[in-house]
């Protein structure tokens, strides 16, 4: 399958990387099919590219790689929703802001990440309690030298 986008132009991806929202994520109901592709070799980020939209794309990371302490119940409503049989076919991603002009602002949504079933590459954005975690947790400590490892 080919897919125009804007930050890549044109990219091939194979069918079965397609990962299907089942429900959009908050502000963009329509866009329902998305790929992952490596921000570059050896970076924490990707990007969470829509199959429908080339200018929608979203800076994710899997939390872990930040807050070690980062966990939350996904409910069975969700797991069914995503038909998840295995704990092993889940994955998390969160979505990255990078202010434009403000780069030692990096912060990660906590408060909605993204739950994937890897197996059936099903999704969705699930919204969590607002008074236990953020919508835009700092992603460093210290972010001076920080643009070059991104």
């Given at each position: 399958?080919?897919i125009?986008?804007?930050r890549?132009?044109?990219i091939?991806?194979d069918?079965?990387?397609i990962?299907?929202m ?7 109901p329509?866009?329902?099919r998305y790929?992952l592709?490596?921000?570059?070799e050896n ?11 080339p200018?929608l ?12 302490d ?8 969700i ?10 076919d ?26 994937i079933?890897?197996?059936k590459r099903l999704?969705?954005?699930v919204?969590?309690?607002?008074n236990?975690y ?17």
């Amino acid at each position: 399958m080919e897919i125009e986008t804007t930050r890549f132009g044109k990219i091939e991806v194979d069918d079965n990387k397609i990962i299907k929202m089942t429900r959009g994520i908050l502000g963009f109901p329509e866009d329902m099919r998305y790929v992952l592709i490596p921000h570059k070799e050896n970076s924490p980020f990707h990007w969470f590219q829509s199959a429908d939209t080339p200018s929608l794309a979203f800076v994710v990371t899997p939390p872990g790689k930040f807050f070690e302490d980062y966990t939350f119940e996904i409910g069975d409503a969700i797991e069914e929703e995503l038909e998840i049989k295995r704990p092993e076919d889940v994955d998390v991603l969160v979505i990255v802001t990078f202010p434009k002009d403000a780069f030692n602002k990096v912060t990660a949504n906590l408060l909605g990440p993204i739950v994937i079933n890897v197996e059936k590459r099903l999704a969705c954005q699930v919204v969590l309690d607002p008074n236990k975690y953020p919508v835009n947790r700092p992603l460093f400590e210290e972010t001076d030298d920080l643009e070059d490892g991104l």
